[in-house]
């Protein structure tokens, strides 16, 4: 065999060895009262003080039930989306509507989460601050308008429309792609039968696109203890009258870095999130693979 | 398959779909058409589905003073080298996987596929970047932490082994190595599969605004999406754009304009690239 192979795969091997690996060593902090000047191998040992910390700060409990809870809905709600929508878009028959509807929701995804945040504002703040269009819909149908941006307790629903709106096109993508997979004689069979398209949707469609639907909810838990970043810090950012239903372990921590410069106790929070995450995931595909091994990631 | 009458479930569908429609495409043209509206006209009246008064203040001041220009510069920067690097980083990795080399290309995929599931988190990769690497207010910072997705060398690895094996079989017969193998026959076939990976890592760079915010504190060096973010959270920003003489900032229509003009270009490669991105999926759907 040839050495010169080794080549191609060195400059991947120095990536993942120095952005993931020597993180990973980087945890140590978390066990350390980390000071710049001593460097993060030459700080000395604390123990598990940092954990204690952010244990006992009153803020854990918080951000471990909103991490959880907006992901639960976010995971739930994109795939129900994309299957609804595959299972509407291959009812249609034009292809020109077909096609253009499939580029259109697809186009959100390809957006920035600051642009989203952008388009937010428009739509419930507007350039006075108390405006935005879904306040000027509420006003003209007489219901009472809403200062969105005060109010902690329909930013869970916000957040999963928002991520419904991201992710439904794309998601629909790997759905319809599924559907196109299912062979054409079991819809024959079903017409045979006399059943209707929605009784051939209900049916047929929606259990066999149980296993894709199973692997991208695998995907989705492993990433369940990662509060995506991106798109809520950019919506929400550091308004805190948002936080108790919007802070999740992601932004608490990237806060308390830039803000607090505490570097101990966030790695603290970073190790809890990635071994719960790991675990997370272990059980996950272990319970997948039980019930459909032929489409197990692993 | 024909049908003489519209089943229910049908009818339903072209109403969900239609309404899907609808959702995905006016909050971008509500964008487009606040950023021709006059500030005051914004305030007064809110939104319109068309501009009242055709007002171009905010584009002015986009294009006529440095800052803009700057971010445009910076974001391209971040790109077109992030995408080229991220390209080349990948296809060697994923060549290597793909080709089944007994007591290598195993323990590679583990290595790929494990910080997909086990991170170090944020701190230790911003003390490795900022004390370490010391890359901070270098477009470098947002380029290298991104530089490989492992969803996308999997990808990448199953369109390879689609490929013939027998061209590279006769290839080494004829004596060619495995660099030679790669650059002059894998590469070249290759072309579809590039471009959608490379499209896909090219999306990514140009929205990122986190590794953005992290890493980079000088304004001159920020991308688009950083650029926007700050004119939403704080107004500073509109400082360095020039100031024209008639009255106030129009900072709430400059936001909508500076949206439009970071969704510009995505909006024009868009035709072009959702093709690509649908075969990415499947493709990477099918399992690597």
């Not at chain 2, 001041?61 to 390209?87: E, N, R």
């Not at chain 2, 915010?213 to 509109?238: A, E, M, R, Y």
Request: glycine share 8%; aromatic share 14%; charged share 10%.
């Amino acid at each position: 065999m040839s050495w010169s192979i080794g080549l191609l795969a060195l400059p991947a091997v120095v990536f993942f060895l120095v952005f993931n690996y020597l993180p990973m060593a980087g945890l140590v902090v978390a066990f350390k009262q980390f000071d710049v000047n001593l460097g993060i191998f030459g700080s000395p040992w604390n123990g598990l003080e940092n954990f204690a910390y952010f244990l006992e700060s009153g803020d854990a409990a918080r951000i471990l039930f909103n991490t959880l809870f907006l992901n639960v809905l976010f995971l739930g709600a994109t795939l129900a989306a994309g299957m609804i929508l595959a299972i509407m878009l291959n009812e249609i028959r034009s292809t020109f509507f077909k096609r253009v509807s499939q580029s259109v929701v697809f186009f959100p995804y390809f957006v920035s989460p600051v642009v989203i945040s952008i388009i937010l504002q428009v739509l419930l703040a507007g350039a006075s601050g108390g405006g935005g269009a879904v306040n000027d819909a509420l006003g003209g149908l007489g219901f009472p308008t809403v200062d969105w941006y005060t109010e902690p307790g329909p930013w869970p629903w916000i957040l999963t429309v928002v991520k419904v709106w991201q992710l439904g096109g794309y998601l629909s993508v790997i759905f319809l792609a599924a559907i196109t997979g299912i062979p054409e004689e079991v819809y024959e069979a079903g017409m045979i039968d006399g059943a209707s398209r929605a009784q051939m949707a209900w049916r047929i469609t929606l259990p066999l696109l149980k296993p894709t639907a199973a692997v991208l909810l695998v995907l989705g838990v492993g990433r369940i203890f990662y509060g995506d970043f991106g798109t809520i810090y950019a919506i929400v950012g550091d308004n805190g009258t948002l936080f108790d239903s919007t802070d999740v372990i992601d932004t608490y921590v990237f806060r308390a870095l830039r803000q607090l410069g505490d570097f101990g106790t966030t790695a603290a929070v970073g190790l809890f999130q990635s071994v719960v995450g790991f675990i997370l995931v272990l059980i996950a595909v272990l319970i997948q693979r039980k019930y459909s091994k032929e489409t197990s990631i692993l | 398959m024909s049908r003489k009458k519209l089943e229910p479930f049908t009818v339903v569908s072209i109403v969900g779909v239609s309404l899907a429609l609808l959702a995905c495409a006016i909050p971008f043209w509500m964008i487009i058409s606040g950023s021709f509206t006059s500030e005051s006209q914004l305030a007064t009246t809110g939104y319109s589905l068309f501009p009242v008064s055709f007002d171009l203040t905010a584009y002015k001041m986009i294009f006529t003073g440095p800052a803009v220009l700057d971010a445009y510069f910076a974001s391209v920067f971040i790109t077109v080298v992030g995408t080229a690097l991220s390209l080349a980083v990948t296809s060697g990795l994923s060549w290597v996987i793909a080709r089944r080399l007994p007591g290598i290309s195993r323990p590679l995929t583990v290595f790929a596929y494990l910080p997909m599931l086990f991170s170090g988190g944020l701190v230790p990769l911003y003390l490795l970047v900022t004390q370490y690497l010391n890359l901070q207010n270098s477009y470098f910072s947002v380029i290298l932490p991104l530089l490989v997705m492992p969803f996308l060398v999997f990808v990448q690895v199953s369109a390879f082994r689609q490929l013939p094996e027998s061209i590279f079989e006769s290839a080494k017969i004829d004596g060619a190595g495995e660099l030679r193998i790669f650059f002059t026959i894998a590469i070249p076939l290759s072309k579809p599969i590039l471009a959608v990976v490379g499209l896909f890592y090219a999306v990514h760079y140009w929205n990122d605004w986190f590794m953005a915010l992290l890493f980079i504190d000088d304004v001159h060096k920020f991308p688009l999406p950083l650029v926007l973010q700050n004119l939403i959270s704080n107004i500073s920003f509109t400082q360095m754009l020039p100031q024209l003489a008639e009255a106030a900032t129009p900072v709430y229509q400059l936001r909508l304009a500076l949206t439009a003009v970071s969704i510009g270009p995505i909006l024009l490669a868009y035709p072009f690239a959702q093709r690509y991105f649908v075969k990415g999926i499947t493709l990477g759907a099918t399992k690597g």
